[in-house]
């Protein structure tokens, strides 16, 4: 492999993932399936509603009984019965004239095509009530199958499930359900300077941040972060290191491989790493130009910038999409894109797609927000902590002036 | 008690959740904090970094020593060392005309100011190196303190923890960090015609499916659904499961008290709880209107409407920013408001805001979406499992044309 460095753009980086399989299903109990994705289509056993419901308190009647009815031509009918809450319907059967008390939820009687709400019933005595409004066959009743029929396509395989999804298949009696397993990322960070957040650094030495932020953004997307540690900066240690993560997880994210030297490091060791072949060195974007990916079976190694909000880029941007992508999902692996307005004029270099993080503000009454960059040196942090999301200024273009309606890739969390 | 029916407005509805207290305090480790709220404000106990970093593999430098050099007439200067990375920089003194070798993230060099880039130097032998542009003092260089000095308030309480804060608390060496409690929410089902989801129902008889779709709805804005299960339509029975529910969380939710009757029921419910205060009686939108809210202590109860889609409305503005401020937020707490245009009339009536389901579609190279109406009755499930938002008309509107823009509320999940 030759020490070349040529840039893709970030559209060729995404279509590497297109060999990436999702991984195997698992089978799971509804109440913990929440943001999970299905594995396979999922087919309604049965109709919903299993019979025809009211949806009002009233009377349960045969529509035509009503039909030219009015305030001062009431009309009148025969009361013959209650139907109880949880008992069946249809062990009434209404004959012309007649009607029956019915609940919000329960089964129409038999015959019965319309429910008459109780706000306009006026009830004569214990056997008789005048209806003031006629009711159309059907109305104010869902009707057996009205939800789903048996053998329907309810929830299409590669779909995240919402808690109304989860819903759907309580309803249908489906308490458990396949998924795909929630992807393992090994995290590994590498560089002689970095001691653990629980250590108190020494000279020259600084707490490790990427490991904490990357295993709290791989939380973030459902994913499991397996923590590798610090590994020196070391070939055989690295192999060592990477070589059991390859084996132990479905992911590895490299850390620390930003510089010159460093990303030439990650480069032996990808090399090196048997099975491994390399996919991309380096994406015209700023910042996360010197991202790495390489794949080994299903397995995809990313060479990360070692500054943390450049690393923080690149995940949202290839990361997070391919781990959904390994969890299943099959639509809305990209960060919501939402339009704003510049707060003040963004200077940009032509060649390289610009990712700006900004600060968005509300104003009174409206629902385009403002984008305020939020500058500081990719190495620091507090700007990522004020920051909302990355405004996009394309490849070939100058940069923003003051009050233009640009794309912000929102965070998933809010400040 | 009386038995009247006194709409309010969603602004007051919300006004009536100013007495209800964030829980209290728990510690937590750092790589459980992810989404949790902070109980107190964060202040950094030390500087960030804690030296003076190099951004850069290059030659740390004394700035003026590179000054009005350039391709034509290079700064020669006599390489001292390099700083290995992870060993104190300051234990090497540059004297003018010195340089060092030094790696991304290495301390300066005593007596340095700034990082000239390897792309700009050109290595004579082991200890000469030509600098071909000037740099500036500064340049490539964090300085010590540049992301937090010591006592600085880095982050506030109520906020909601994020990938990148975590960061800043692993960089500090703030390993754990008092959050608050998540909030515990009771579900009790009312319904002499439910049985629960896994049991085949009989004639007459419904799966339970609020209580699941609720429960993923309390979990995904990170509390803990705690299911009572279904309790029949009794008031001793009710008054027995409501006063345990009220002892064992901070929120009860009552689901199934929609219709008239049950309404009246849950009031008679609320109305014998002990020390058991009715808030709001029904709200002026729709669906939702029948919602009712009572507090006893710090703890709401909810009644509220039976109709799964109504309960979803409801619980998204109105239990959801409540719950989120038990769990101590304090921004951010509604559902993220976007703009669309509609992709089609929609009627509404004068006098009750109105929370139409909508899907959102994305043309081709806009990011406004376009906002289409799912319509259904709202008992039914399928119209939510397409819907991505909620489209708000407002009190006074009669609705909105094809291609008006709106303000749509979105799920905090994307079909």
């Known amino acids: 492999m030759k020490n070349f460095f040529q840039l893709i753009s970030s559209q060729e980086f995404l279509t590497l993932f297109k060999d990436f399989n999702a991984l195997e299903a698992e089978t799971l109990e509804l109440k913990h399936a929440l943001g999970r994705v299905l594995a396979e289509d999922v087919q309604a056993p049965e109709q919903l509603p299993p019979f025809s419901r009211s949806t009002m308190d009233g009377f349960a009647v045969r529509a035509r009984d009503t039909f030219g009815c009015s305030d001062s031509e009431p009309a009148l009918l025969q009361i013959v019965g209650e139907i109880a809450m949880g008992s069946s319907g249809q062990d009434l059967v209404l004959q012309p004239g007649q009607t029956c008390k019915i609940w919000t939820g329960g089964e129409l009687a038999a015959k019965s095509d319309a429910v008459v709400m109780i706000e306009y019933s006026h009830q004569l005595d214990e056997q008789t009530v005048e209806f003031l409004k006629p009711v159309a066959p059907g109305e104010n009743v869902i009707l057996a199958g009205d939800d789903t029929k048996p053998g329907q396509k309810i929830l299409a395989k590669g779909r995240q499930l919402r808690p109304q999804d989860l819903g759907v298949l309580a309803g249908l009696g489906l308490t458990s359900i396949n998924v795909c397993r929630k992807p393992v990322v090994a995290i590994i960070s590498t560089g002689d300077e970095l001691v653990p957040p629980e250590k108190k650094p020494g000279p020259g030495q600084v707490r490790d941040i990427n490991s904490t932020t990357l295993a709290a953004l791989i939380r973030e997307c459902g994913a499991i972060p397996h923590q590798v540690g610090i590994i020196p900066d070391n070939l055989e240690a690295m192999l060592t290191a990477c070589t059991k993560a390859v084996a132990d997880s479905d992911m590895v994210l490299l850390s620390g491989g930003s510089s010159v030297g460093k990303r030439d490091f990650t480069l032996k060791v990808f090399e090196k790493l048997q099975d491994t072949t390399l996919l991309a060195h380096g994406v015209a974007i700023r910042p996360g130009k010197p991202t790495l990916l390489a ?32 969890a299943g999902q099959t639509k809305n692996r990209e960060l919501l894109c939402i339009e704003a307005v510049t707060g003040e004029q963004i200077p940009s270099a032509i060649g390289r797609e610009e990712y700006v ?57 809010r400040s």
Chains 1, 2 share one sequence.
């Open 295 to 326: 794949k080994t079976k299903n397995k995809a190694l990313f060479g990360l910038p070692g500054h943390v909000a450049s690393a923080m880029v690149v995940f949202y941007l290839f990361v997070r999409p391919l781990l959904l992508q390994l």
């Open 357 to 413: 993080r900004v600060r968005l503000d509300w104003p009174e009454k409206t629902t385009t927000p403002v984008a305020s960059p939020v500058y500081g040196k990719s190495g620091l942090l507090s700007p990522l902590v004020r920051a909302d999301g990355l405004l996009v200024i394309d490849r070939d273009c100058e940069g923003m002036d003051q009050g233009e309606t640009g794309r912000v890739l929102l965070f998933p969390g």
